[in-house]
């Protein structure tokens, strides 16, 4: 069992992570705000086209040389790198598992090995539903949370949880690899939202269309100062309906989108949906009483840049 | 010694004992396990699948496969359930002035239950490791409602008590126990937040016989940042249920710098007085620092002993002090003379003079459950 995190260990991680300062040279170089996007269809995805694509958007993102330079200048080969997975909506609207494995076997040939690579959802449960199985993969582990958290809240603004051992402890680095889709309450969940899967009471935070509490979330030093990276599968996307999977409110948006900002992709995401919103005469999600507030509470607490005016979008 | 009377339900106790009980203070890692869940009794249905509690107060439109906020409630496919039902995570065999309430069957010993869950937040919780978890993160077992009222008759408990969590979100096994406990003799008594919806709080309390709310504060502020609950509907079920007739008590956990001022207790004191009568138990009990409150000291013996001086003052009958054991403010003095008509040590009733729910002194009828 690993030892309990304090508080004082929280000032300790928040510390480290200030005197860090910024990223390495290649991702230091690239604009905070900048969101890439690569062109991933349905039709086209196989484990090549899926590799292929996000190679070219972790270059785009980061300016780096190459994919596994970008990864590199991300991660050290000693951090142990947790992939978070959103996958409550099942297969039809999780993320892919070619890209997620696309992305496991990039970071092991930047160095880092299988053991430090962990793919976790909430539930092993939720993990099948979406394709995954949990155990030993070849280039990661795949492991559900199944309740194993923190036994005192950590408290950050308006929240106070318990955080998945996971993401407080065993992990060093963080990566959200969500999805592209509407959310009822929150507006949208895409990569932000994925972090209230690392808490034991998400249901808790959902008044006021998760304002403050997911910018609260977001700003704990656990996720703050530790996720890297923020993907999102957009190869499908979903405009209304959300957070389950609606059929018939998705649509073919072909990309998949990668940033170092903590809220650039959801910022880019909240425009596609809202566009496809308006394309099929759905109010837009401001005019439907849930816009996504919390980007811009987020962004006030100079996690990122939520104001989608704001946001470099590349083409990778 | 232990008295025969004292011997049955202190062995079916320790048969009890051995009945798996969730607390995520040991944190057991239950296994992943899909909760069948029943449909809810309270809600209705909106477009895109999407469906509103009716509960409590907070009417949570929930979205499919969302929860409420309580934890314990999902939508699946437009159909709302509880997850709860027949799903406790604790049962004890506990002294009914334990939950507290000391007018309902001095002495007698309540089957008392909980469920995973509660619909408000209140960052001193004591009970934090269950009720602000969801129902498949802590350890949990099945019993019916039947078996429910089954094993207090079995304990000889003449109380079934919904309690440490909150009552509002198993509303429906609330209602079935207390069914069912009736059939058995058995008196159902609820220890809730009183954050409940009047519909269906009058549709279950004529199953009960008595109720216990925790009135946080006596400010809407306090509820809104130290809760985030309401107090409004909360004094308007106390209402409800005095209007009812079903026993009401109310306790209220007094908090240093945040509910304790003289302002504040008495504006609390002349409401009751004034909209319930000033014949119902009022308990002041000592905050301990816990959950998200530990920034605080416990609250000072003064501090309490205050309070029921003013609650006193202004006119109320039956003040008492909690979490203070020894302390004489856990008696019960007959309003009209003085005499001490029950003498409690901790959870303890040590003498009961009441004779036929009256003073034998002066006469004096002293409202309660005392049979």
């Known amino acids: 069992m690993s030892p309990r995190v304090t508080r004082r260990d929280l000032a300790r991680l928040a510390g480290l992570a200030a005197l860090a300062g910024p990223l390495s040279p290649p991702a230091a170089a690239a604009p905070r705000a900048r969101v890439a996007l690569a062109t991933l269809t349905a039709e086209s995805l196989t484990p090549a086209t899926a590799r292929t694509a996000l190679e070219k958007a972790l270059v785009a993102a980061t300016g780096a040389a190459s994919a596994g330079a970008a990864l590199r200048a991300l991660f050290k080969s000693t951090d142990t790198v947790g992939i978070k997975l959103n996958c409550l909506a099942g297969r039809g609207m999780s993320p892919r598992p070619e890209l997620v494995e696309a992305l496991a076997a990039l970071l092991g040939e930047a160095g880092l090995s299988r053991d430090r690579i962990i793919v976790f959802e909430r539930s092993a449960r939720e993990l099948r539903r979406a394709g995954f199985t949990p155990g030993e993969r070849d280039s990661y582990r795949c492991v559900p949370i199944d309740n194993d958290y923190d036994p005192e809240p950590s408290t950050s603004g308006s929240i106070g949880s318990c955080f998945a051992r996971l993401a407080s402890t065993t992990c060093t680095a963080l990566v959200s690899f969500g999805v592209v889709k509407d959310h009822d309450l929150a507006g949208i969940s895409c990569g932000a939202k994925n972090w209230y899967g690392i808490i034991h009471n998400p249901n808790k935070y959902h008044d006021g269309n998760c304002d403050p509490y997911l910018a609260d979330l977001l700003r704990h030093p656990y996720v703050r100062h530790k996720v890297r990276l923020n993907i999102l599968d957009g190869v499908t996307a979903q405009c209304h309906g959300g957070p389950a999977y609606r059929p018939d409110a998705t649509w073919p948006l072909g990309q998949l989108a990668v940033s170092t900002d903590l809220l650039a992709a959801d910022a880019w995401a909240w425009q596609v949906i809202d566009a496809e919103r308006v394309r099929r005469r759905l109010p837009t999600l401001a005019a439907a009483g849930r816009p996504p507030r919390w980007l811009a509470t987020a962004q006030q607490y100079g996690l990122g840049t939520g104001d989608p005016t704001q946001v470099e979008i590349v083409r990778a | ?371």
């Open chain 2, 1 to 371: 010694m232990m008295r025969r009377r004292e011997f049955l339900p202190a062995a079916v106790a320790a048969l009890l004992a051995g009945v798996p009980r969730g607390s995520a203070a040991q944190r057991p890692r239950p296994p992943d396990r899909h909760l069948e869940g029943r449909e809810a009794s309270w809600y209705r249905k909106l477009p895109d699948r999407r469906v509103e509690c009716q509960l409590c107060p907070r009417a949570c439109q929930v979205a499919d496969q969302e929860r409420g906020g309580c934890g314990v409630r999902e939508n699946r496919g437009g159909v709302y359930y509880t997850l709860v039902h027949s799903l406790p995570c604790t049962v004890h065999l506990d002294p009914i002035e334990k939950k507290p309430f000391f007018h309902v069957l001095p002495g007698e010993r309540a089957l008392s239950w909980a469920t995973a869950g509660c619909n408000v937040e209140c960052k001193f919780c004591q009970n934090w490791e269950i009720s602000q978890f969801r129902p498949e993160q802590v350890a949990s077992f099945g019993a019916t409602p039947e078996e429910l009222a089954r094993q207090a008759r079995a304990a000889g408990a003449r109380l079934l008590s919904a309690t440490y969590t909150e009552p509002v979100v198993f509303w429906e096994y609330v209602r079935d126990a207390a069914r069912a406990a009736r059939f058995l003799g058995v008196r159902t008594t609820v220890v809730s937040n009183g954050y409940i919806s009047e519909q269906p709080l009058k549709e279950v309390l004529p199953h009960l016989a008595a109720v216990k709310v925790d009135l946080k504060s006596f400010r809407e502020s306090f509820y809104r940042e130290v809760v985030r609950g309401e107090l409004k509907p909360v004094l308007r079920t106390l209402e409800i249920v005095r209007a009812s007739g079903v026993w009401l008590e109310i306790v209220v956990l007094l908090i240093p710098t945040l509910n304790d001022s003289e302002a504040e207790i008495r504006d609390l004191a002349r409401w009751v007085r004034a909209n319930l009568g000033p014949e119902v138990p009022l308990h002041f009990t000592r905050f301990h620092p816990t959950y998200r409150l530990t920034n605080l000291p416990p609250t000072p013996v003064a501090t309490l002993e205050r309070a029921h001086a003013i609650t006193r003052a202004e006119g109320l009958d039956f003040v008492y002090l909690g979490n203070l054991p020894g302390h004489p403010a856990a008696h019960t003095l007959c309003p009209g003379c003085g005499e001490r008509l029950i003498e409690r040590a901790g959870f303890t009733v040590r003498e009961n003079r009441l004779r036929r729910g009256a003073c034998p002194t002066c006469s004096r009828p002293i409202p309660g459950l005392w049979s």
